[in-house]
């Protein structure tokens, strides 16, 4: 929370216009016409208002400076000229001031994010960045010291006038400050509330969604927009067992087709077997062929051999083809030392070939039996490879061909029946959404967003803190005190706050004020802090409430004892200023912070008013 502690006005060649504040509780009492009232203008014209009262008295004055503390004992100093414009921030007390300080904005305007006396003097007070709803389709605006005017800023003309204290004179932003005074009293904004849209925008939404389903009907309402037959020949469950009966065949005969592929696979993967065998067999009788021949010229040389070594025996004696010499008998050889060993040798080797011709001739006759065996294993194998290629392709591949073709007419005769239905469906929910849609534009502005109020619980601690309030101001009785949501005002003892003449509507609007202030301190709820009123008790007598409907309403002079005795109890932790024609009782002067001023008549040591009088 924040408190005043000076307001001060400056200008060139001229007198500083200075009032100090300090904690707990304020008194500036005095004649008329002395600038009380302007002060409490002073103070709204520094928090962001247009323009600054005109009065005659401070028109050489330039410039408005306000100092303000909190309660981190930390300074803030905001200076703004008396003409309007922006502000400059200083984080000192005003006789520290040097230099530009920081320049704001009195309030921001349209998208702005720059900053202003809201986004400075809140977080000095401690109170965070809020969001209120501001009108009933939920769309949120920012919260601001200006929202809350109304809570701690309080003139002599709207303490006794007949609008609520809460929102104010009635305008465009009576919703956020509705939102505003439940913020305040539960610390929950409404940053989570989902704005509705404009009404235009939701028909002319709603218009052109009617046109897009009203398009998209066009072709499906001259299919279905009629009663039609939907069976053509066969229902859907019939349709559905002919699909599953042919699927199981199809199956069973691609598992046939399959299983005679594999036999098929086998039976070439025999016969090529087969014929590598047969290949194999035929070299080796080849070559067994031709090893036989060779036996064969073997001993026909060796028959050649062994004959030769006759008729060499049968030989006329010669000359000798070395020595030319009549071979004689001691000259010629026997026949036995040559011829005879030549022959055994030749019948010898003979006999070796014929052995091995023997054996060759057992190996061709078991090669051609071997031969025979794998020629018959193989006509058998292509007899069997002939058999399944005829299955395959006289039986298996006509059915499968044939359940294929008319699995697929139903298969389409079924895909067609669903695309029916499914558009028919689709057809029926464009239809729905269709009226959906009518019934939604005639409904559209009919009817508006019910928000809830201010909850119970804290509301009802509100009330309990403003009757403690009458209380200590000696109300006539127990005074029993309720809040009305729909005039956001108070009732006392059955009797709105508005209905009261112009003197009990002051004092209660006062009670309101510092019984939210008290609750607020008390419950660290988001509050300035501060509380400024302007002729709580005399208001009645001012000449401005002439203006005001309503009787004068004189208080109970108990009521008026009391309020001053109770205000002499004010805690320092927060600050109420009280503006008054009236002085207070001396005890009660004594006790809290008390300004008189003395206006025209006043004496060499009496301060004649807020504006200094030229000597």
């Known amino acids: ?32 016409d002395t600038g009380k009232s302007f002060l409490l203008e002073c103070i709204n014209f520094i928090l962001g208002a247009d323009k600054l009262k005109h009065v005659e008295e401070a028109v050489h004055y330039t410039h408005l400076v306000v100092e303000f503390v909190n309660s981190k004992d930390e300074t803030i100093t905001l200076v703004r000229p008396t003409d309007g414009g922006n502000l400059m921030v200083y984080r000192v007390p005003i006789e520290d001031i040097s230099g530009n300080g920081e320049v704001i904005a009195p309030t921001r305007k349209g998208t702005s994010k720059g900053p202003d006396v809201t986004s400075v003097l809140l977080p ?38 007949q609008h609520s204290p ?42 052109a969604q009617l046109e897009l389903v009203g398009e998209m009907l066009q072709p499906l309402n001259e299919r279905f927009a009629l009663p039609r037959e939907l069976n053509v020949s066969t ?26 592929l594999e036999k098929s696979q086998e039976a070439t993967r025999n016969i090529l077997k087969a014929d590598s065998q047969l290949l194999g067999i035929r070299e080796l009788l080849s070559r067994y062929q031709l090893l036989d021949e060779r036996y064969t010229s073997d001993l026909d040389r060796l028959d050649f051999i062994s004959e ?12 000798c083809p070395v020595c030319d010499q009549i071979m004689a008998p001691g000259h010629s050889h026997s026949p036995d030392s040559a011829a005879r060993p030549i022959r ?22 078991d090669l051609k039996a071997r031969q025979g065996v794998v020629e018959f294993d193989k006509m058998i194998f292509d007899f069997d490879l002939d058999v399944l290629n005829a299955e395959l392709n006289r039986t298996l591949a006509p059915r499968l061909e044939f359940t294929t073709e008319r699995l697929e007419q139903l298969m389409s005769r079924h895909t067609e029946r669903e695309t029916t239905r499914v558009e028919r469906e689709r057809w029926q ?123 004068n309403g004189q208080i109970d002079a108990g009521i008026e004892a009391a309020f001053w005795k109770s205000l002499a109890n004010t805690s320092k932790d927060i600050q109420i200023i009280v503006i008054e024609n ?34």
């Open 429 to 551: 929910s464009l239809v729905k959404r269709q009226n959906d849609i009518n019934s939604a534009l005639a409904e559209s502005g009919a009817s508006k967003k019910n928000w809830s109020g201010i909850p119970p619980k804290e509301l009802g601690e509100f009330c309990a803190e403003i009757q403690a309030v009458l209380v200590e101001w000696a109300w006539k009785g127990t005074p029993h005190v309720q809040f009305d949501e729909k005039a956001y005002d108070i009732v006392v003892d059955g009797k709105p706050r508005q209905s009261s003449g112009k003197g009990v509507r002051a004092i209660l609007y006062a009670a309101f004020a510092i019984g939210l202030l008290r609750y607020c301190a008390k419950n660290n709820r988001p509050h300035p802090g501060v509380i400024v009123i302007d002729s709580p008790l005399t208001s009645y007598k001012s000449k401005k409430s002439e203006t005001v409907k309503g009787e």
């Open 124 to 161: 000095f007070a401690g109170i965070k960045e809020a969001r209120l709803r501001k009108n009933v389709g939920g769309e949120t605006q920012r919260f601001t010291i200006r929202t809350i005017e109304p809570l701690f800023l309080i003139d002599e003309v709207s303490v006794i006038d």
């Open 235 to 260: 229902d859907d469950t019939e349709l559905d067992s002919l699909i599953g009966s042919l699927t199981d065949e199809l199956e069973g005969l691609a598992t046939a087709r399959d299983e005679a």
């Open 1 to 32: 929370m924040l408190q005043i502690r000076k307001i001060l006005l400056r200008g060139a060649g001229l007198e500083d216009a200075v009032v100090q504040f300090y904690s707990g509780a304020n008194v500036l009492a005095g004649e008329s």
């Open 308 to 319: 030769s070594s006759f008729y060499f025996e049968a030989l006329q004696e010669v000359p």
């Open 582 to 615: 009236k002085e207070p009782p001396s005890e009660i002067a004594e006790e809290v912070h008390y300004q008189w001023f003395a206006g025209e008549n006043a004496k060499a040591d009496d301060r004649a008013g807020f504006i200094p009088t030229k000597s």
């Open 166 to 207: 809460v929102t104010g004179k009635p305008g465009f932003g009576d919703t956020a400050r509705k939102r505003a005074i439940s913020y305040v009293l539960t610390g929950i904004d409404d940053e989570s509330v989902a704005a509705g849209e404009k009404n235009e925008i939701v028909k002319a939404r709603l218009k």
């Open 344 to 365: 055994e040798s030749a019948v010898a080797e003979a006999a070796k070939i014929h052995a091995h011709r023997t054996d060759l001739a057992a190996a061709i006759r």
